[in-house]
Nanobody
Framework: QVQLVESGGGLVQAGGSLRLSCAAS????????MGWFRQAPGKEREFVAT????????YYADSVKGRFTISRDKAKNTVYLQMNSLKPEDTAVYYC???????????????WGQGTQVTVSS
């Protein structure tokens, strides 16, 4: 079984920063990409960012480019999302994702965390 556990969410004022972490456990993850999706109230889950196994490839949603940075530590099986210049529209539950390859769409063979709430006040 695979477990993805997110941490680092919380309440922050607009313009502030947060750093999300997601630790993976339960099996080996060689070659897997990791990423983040988010879901705001009343909206569908949407892609935020993803990073390849080697960290050589990263993709970002247009809405977060230049503000968010994804990184990973393979030794710790952990992916991070540094979020700067946060806006109220970034408010959502953020979900960690693990996929067999780098992609910006969710798929049935992905693994998911339980989510962590990020709230940005205006």
């Amino acid at each position: 079984q695979v477990q993805l556990v997110e941490s680092g969410g919380g309440l922050v004022q607009a313009g502030g920063s947060l750093r999300l972490s997601c630790a993976a456990s339960g099996r080996t993850f060689v070659g897997y990409a990791m990423g983040w999706f988010r879901q705001a109230p009343g909206k569908e889950r949407e892609f935020v960012a993803t990073i390849s196994w080697s960290s050589a490839i990263t993709y970002y949603a247009d809405s977060v480019k230049g503000r968010f940075t994804i990184s990973r530590d393979k030794a710790k099986n952990t992916v991070y999302l540094q979020m700067n210049s946060l806006k109220p529209e970034d408010t959502a539950v953020y979900y960690c994702n693990m996929a067999p390859r780098v992609r910006a769409q969710a798929s049935a063979d992905d693994y998911w965390g339980q989510g962590t709430q990020v709230t940005v006040s205006s």
